[in-house]
């Protein structure tokens, strides 16, 4: 069981955060934590990240781990789930964050590009998921990472990860409306621009993206970690289905 005595909104609670070692999701592990959560987190590559992301988890007093996996793959999909179970002997937050991203004409967009981003953004969410629910107790929560592009497409060259995107929203809302009965809630945050690694606010093409948010800038990881928490917290007991966009006013 957790062993987190903090008085954090989220104190004795135990999160899965996939795609957890950085960018939104090393954000989420760490604001869950400092919430009081326990929480495991899944990486691919980069096992350093991934231990200095527990490392600054332990600092927030809150209970650690690390679990090397490919969410499209469903034995992994399961084990995750499997393994953090073992180590804290529960799981209440399921905050499915691992993505991949992929641009350009769909012409020109290869059967590889379509199979790994469908893999990882559609197919992973929907296992990890699968191998969470039979644990999730009443108050349980999933929280799916999906984009303002699922819904608003500015310019060209974003159908794939569009699609991808909007197939969250799918399983989002249609997984609210069959967990509801047992008081799980399920919602997703949709982030605008967010300055990570992958999408750089000094990058090529930052600027056009910043201005067409009403705020005129990139958001932060720790922004969007704000929303998850949300979400998690008690204060989000009867949101359910919903997609809650971060993103600046993207899509005003």
């Known amino acids: 069981m957790s062993t ?138 999933i929280i799916n990472v999906a984009s303002c592009v699922s819904t608003h497409v500015p310019f060209p060259g974003m159908t794939l990860y569009a699609t991808s995107k909007a197939a969250v929203t799918g399983l989002t809302k249609s997984l609210a409306r069959e967990l509801g009965g047992r008081g799980i809630t399920v919602n997703e945050v949709a982030p605008g621009p967010v300055d990570t690694e992958l999408n750089p606010a000094d990058g090529e093409g930052a600027d056009a993206q910043a201005s067409l948010t009403a705020l005129g800038r990139y958001g932060t990881p720790e922004e969007i970690a704000d929303s998850v928490a949300h979400l998690a917290g008690d204060a989000g007991r009867y949101i359910s289905g919903a997609s809650l966009a971060v993103d600046g006013g993207f899509t005003a």
């Open 4 to 141: 987190v005595t903090g008085k954090g909104t989220l104190a004795g609670k135990v999160a899965l955060v996939t795609g957890g070692s950085r960018g939104i999701g090393a954000a989420v592990a760490l604001r869950l934590a400092e919430e009081g959560a326990d929480v495991a987190l899944t990486y691919v590559s980069a096992p350093e990240r991934a231990t200095d992301v527990v490392a600054r988890v332990k600092a927030a007093g809150a209970r650690a781990h690390a679990i090397r996996a490919d969410v499209g793959d469903a034995t992994a999909a399961q084990a995750m789930v499997e393994e953090t179970v073992a180590e804290f002997g529960r799981l209440d937050i399921l905050v499915n964050n691992a993505g991949v991203g992929a641009g350009g004409p769909i012409d020109e967009t290869s059967v590889q590009d379509i199979g790994q981003v469908l893999r990882v953004n559609v197919r992973g969410p929907y296992l990890v998921a699968r191998a969470a629910v039979p644990h999730l107790p009443e108050g349980g929560r």
